[in-house]
């Protein structure tokens, strides 16, 4: 395949270079990240999803992208409101599977020395792995009350604080979420998954800000060098990714009927004005709303769990939200294309939302700064906190990476990437590890991830975000 290297950080498919291409395939990349990109089928499926019908501008696959299901995992797209399409390929299993960060006032210093108690209460508070559960004491009745309310619901119920809405994408529920269009096997999946954890490449860490980058920026969100944050990594578990499987199927049905012929039957679709488009947005959203939720329960367990630890209030460690964005979702956006403000449906799978300053979207205090942009690196490794920047609204419908990017598949790592080698690395690096379990050592170790200080720079040059922090972790807590 023959790509156009535009600059240092953009590489491209240029429409025209396979049939049916109704785009170009735009890569935000460098050098050394584009030959891993080569290694599987990330760049085959940009190319097959610009085939869609309705897409403003380009396909966009971010510097963390790897391949996916249907459509490469740190994709994006836009469609028309009113022609375009919605793809449950574009959006991902784990829908809105998302990242938050809750500040302290502690040091490292403090938390060092609690450090094996504080993860094993965190290891033993928050349900972890493939099939964990919580008992909340919250019922059906209360699954479809979070479906369609969000964070917002728990909120009320006494499980986290008013202030943490502010601060999150969506203010904590995407409005339009329909019980009624979710499974009863969805249903019966999600109803103790909420507080959980997960598996897989979800976790807990607690971290420390090493280096600031923008002291105005590093300002406004309250953070600074030294300081202690954690970061919760999870999404909507198995109520989402049933949303998922069975709406796969539904547009199965109706691409037969409609006689669409696909290049990638992964990546079906309907039509935006169509029932299954609009049942399929309505149980979406339901998985949305159950994700934030998720999030905000386990926030409300650490909070507690801090307390015991160290004595103190959460008010009085200073354990605010410092922000909460989704991963995989489409979301109906206002955006300037062509030189004329248009509504498109933005498809971000394993990509995250990075508005510049201004947006009505962004949460009044940050709003003359810039979305606080969360980006985890690998098991071990820094993560990193931006803003978002200029570039990413004229470039890529306000939207960034969401992590360093897979370059290895599990079995692979199983096969090649011992337990010692990655636990003798954290050790090196004074890193508490507590994993439920132990085949993630090697499935999620740093060798099995891109270098995430490439990948920001990548995303610092093209202007799509603009870097406030490097947080490096004092403990990791996984499924």
Known sequence: MEIEKLDEYRFRVPKGSFKGMNADAVLYSSDTLMEKLK??????QAVNATTLPGIC????????????YGFPVGGVAAFDSDEGIISPGAIGFDINCGIRVIKTNLDEKEVKKN?????????????????????????????????V?????????????????????????????????????????GRQQLGTLGAGNHFLEVQKIEKTFDKRLADAYGIYEGQIVVMVHTGSRGFGHQICSDYLRILAEYQSRQG?????????????????????LKAMKCGVNFAFANREMITDILRKGFEKVFMKSSDEMGMELLYDLSHNIAKLEEHVFDGKQVNVYVHRKGATRAFWKGR?????????YGQPVLIPGSMGTASYILAGGEGAMKETFGSACHGAGRVMSRHQAL?????????????????????????????????????????????????LAVPVSRNVPVAVIKG
């Open 415 to 463: 096969r090649e990437i011992g337990a010692d080698k990655t636990l003798s690395s954290m050790k090196s690096k004074g890193i508490e590890l507590m994993v439920r379990d132990e085949r993630l050592i090697s499935e999620e170790s740093e060798w099995v991830y891109k270098d995430i200080d490439e990948v920001i720079n990548v995303v610092k040059n093209t202007g």
């Open 115 to 147: 450090i094996r108690r504080l993860s094993e209460m965190i290891f033993n508070s928050v349900p972890s792995g493939l099939d964990s559960r919580l008992k909340t004491g919250l019922g059906g009745d209360d699954l479809a009350r979070v479906a």
């Open 260 to 280: 669409i012929k696909l290049v990638d039957p992964e990546l079906s679709y309907a039509h935006v004005k169509s029932k299954e488009a609009d049942d399929y």
């Open 360 to 368: 009505a979207e962004i949460p009044k205090k940050y709003r003359n």
């Open 39 to 44: 290694r599987d089928r990330t760049i085959q």
């Open 149 to 189: 309310e969000g964070a917002g619901y728990l909120v009320e119920k006494g499980f986290g604080t008013a202030d943490d809405l502010e601060s999150m994408e969506e203010h904590g529920c995407m409005q339009g979420a329909d019980f009624s269009k979710v499974s009863q096997r969805a249903k019966s999946r």
């Open 57 to 68: 501008g380009n396909v966009m696959v971010m510097p963390d992208g790897h391949e996916g």
